[in-house]
Every structure is written in structure tokens, then in C-alpha cells.
């Protein structure tokens, strides 16, 4: 079984290379981060011919969430406990927007589905700004509530395959920040505060990915020439649990996505899960809907 998450850029613009990549590469689950529209919106006609179901998690034309799957999703959640919001509501969504554990609006960042035994979150973490900006306090508390409620999660049931997957906005590590416009102390992304924030999800969640790709970058921004000088930072994760994770076989960063007709600034993370090391039951091959 083949998951992976891939912060998009814009569904209605890229739907035609995610829908082909997936195809192409057997790609059995997908979050999706910034698919900037709402689900009325989004390109449902090219998944399903594809073979893939949908949850969709959108507001407007700003962040969103995603999930593509082939096999059925269930227990669909859009925020988790705890969870902050943000700046003010979403014009013609006041009705149906919640409101976070700050008062203020919780935007399209979370979106959580069971794939059979597995507990899949796609997250899109705000990105924080500038250092001393609002939004970046708000981006740590987000993080905060996520970690909090990742070890409620796993303390209910410590055997559950649970996997954080999407877009972090933080370079954890020196080796994962390439681009020099960003100085640790001075930049988001790279500061002391996010990466303790980031290092503190571990033991609850680890990356599942670094252990087999240990290098390699997931987003070049499209100024300056960042990729052909891979000047580019590594903040896409699949963070797994110790059970998740003990049931992955191989992993991949999809470098070659960034090349070609209007990609997205970030590249996809996969990994590979063996299903018989969770004890679970997906559809057979052959069940599987067909694609023409």
C-alpha cells in the first residue's frame, strides 16, 4: 500500500500532473495540502475516473485539505481538540465555520480519515510569517494542541497506526534548509522555538521518511532560481507512530515533480506500508475500480 502527501499549490490548476502522478505511481492514499478551493470547487470528475474517492477540507481561495484514496475513508474530521483559529471569517462561510480554542476562526488546515486500521491526519501548518508576527505565535499553538492531542491519541490506544502527514513549514534540521534567504534566529521556519516545537512530537510521532531518504528537499521556491541551484528546504513529513511506522517498507521524495509545466513548489513524500504488519484487511487488487 502506497501513501504519500504532496502540498499542491492549487488543486484546480495542477489536478491533471497529481491525478497522472498518482495513476503513474500506484499511489494507493494522498493528502493534499493548499488545494485553495472549496469543495464544490474542487476536480472531482478526474479522481473518480482515476479510481479515487475524495474528502475535501475548504473554505475559500487560501489553504485546504485533502484526501484522494482508492480505499474507503471513514470517521472524517476537520479540526482536532484544542485547535486555534485565526484572523476573521471566511465571507459566506460564518455559518459553518468554528470557531477555535482562541475565539477566533479555525481555518482549513486539519483533515483527519481512517483508512482501514490506519488514522491519517493531512495538515497544512500555518506558516508563521515573520518572528514576533501573530501569526506565528498562532502557528506554535497550533502545533501545541496537535502534539497534545497526537499523545492523547496514542494513549487511548497506544497500538494505533497514526500518521501526521502534509506540510510542517519548519526545517527541523541544518542539513533540511538550503535556501540562504532564511537565517536561523532571524527567519521562521529554522527558528530554536519551531524546531523544539517540531522535536517535541517524538516519541509520539516520528518521521517515518528520513530513515530511508536521509537527504533531499520537498519545497524550492519559485524565486531566484531556488531549484535549479537546489537551494530548497525539507518541510513535508509523514510523521508516523511506533506501530505506523514499524510497517513501512520504503520511502521516496519525489524530486521530479518539481520539474516541468507549472508544478507546485513542493513535491510529494511517499512511503510504502505492508497492510499484513497491521493485522489488516483492504480490498483485494482485483477489487479495485478500474481506470480507463
Known amino acids: 500500500m502506497r501513501i504519500a502527501t504532496w502540498n499542491v499549490n492549487s488543486i484546480r490548476t495542477r489536478f491533471g500532473r497529481v491525478v497522472d502522478w498518482m495513476v503513474r505511481e500506484d499511489i494507493d492514499v494522498l493528502a493534499m495540502q493548499e488545494i485553495k478551493c472549496r469543495p464544490e470547487q474542487f476536480p472531482v470528475d478526474a479522481f473518480a475516473q482515476a479510481g479515487y474517492e475524495l474528502e475535501i477540507h475548504g473554505l475559500n481561495q487560501w489553504n485546504g485539505v485533502a484526501f484522494a484514496s482508492r480505499h474507503e475513508m471513514t470517521d472524517v474530521a476537520r479540526s482536532f481538540a484544542g485547535i486555534p483559529g485565526f484572523g476573521a471569517p471566511v465571507k459566506g462561510q460564518e455559518a459553518v465555520q468554528s470557531v477555535g480554542s ?68 519548519i526545517a527541523p534540521l541544518e542539513g533540511d534548509m538550503g535556501d540562504p534567504s532564511f537565517t536561523v534566529g532571524e527567519s521562521t ?49 509523514i510523521m508516523g507512530s511506533r506501530a505506523f511506522a514499524d510497517a513501512v517498507t520504503g520511502a521516496a521524495i519525489a524530486r521530479d515533480e518539481r520539474k516541468g509545466d507549472a508544478p507546485s513548489d513542493h513535491v510529494p513524500v511517499v512511503c510504502d506500508i505492508d497492510p499484513s504488519l497491521l493485522g489488516d484487511t483492504f480490498e483485494d487488487e482485483d477489487d479495485r475500480p478500474m481506470v480507463f
Open 102 to 169: 482562541n475565539g477566533l476562526p479555525v481555518e482549513a488546515r486539519a483533515l483527519g480519515v481512517t483508512v482501514g486500521d490506519l488514522r491519517l491526519w493531512s495538515l497544512y501548518v500555518p506558516n508563521g510569517r515573520a518572528l514576533g508576527d501573530p501569526h506565528f505565535d498562532y502557528k506554535l499553538a497550533w502545533l501545541e494542541a496537535l502534539r497534545r492531542e497526537s499523545e492523547a491519541w496514542l494513549g487511548e490506544d497506544p497500538d494505533l497506526p497514526l500518521a501526521l502527514m502534509g506540510d510542517w513549514n
Open 189 to 237: 521556519h529554522v527558528s530554536p522555538e519551531e524546531r523544539a516545537m517540531f522535536a517535541s512530537f517524538s516519541p509520539t510521532v516520528e518521521d517515518v521518511v528520513r530513515p530511508i531518504v536521509p537527504e533531499g528537499y520537498t519545497f524550492w521556491d519559485y524565486k531566484a532560481g531556488r531549484f535549479p541551484k537546489n537551494e530548497g528546504m525539507r518541510i513535508d513529513f
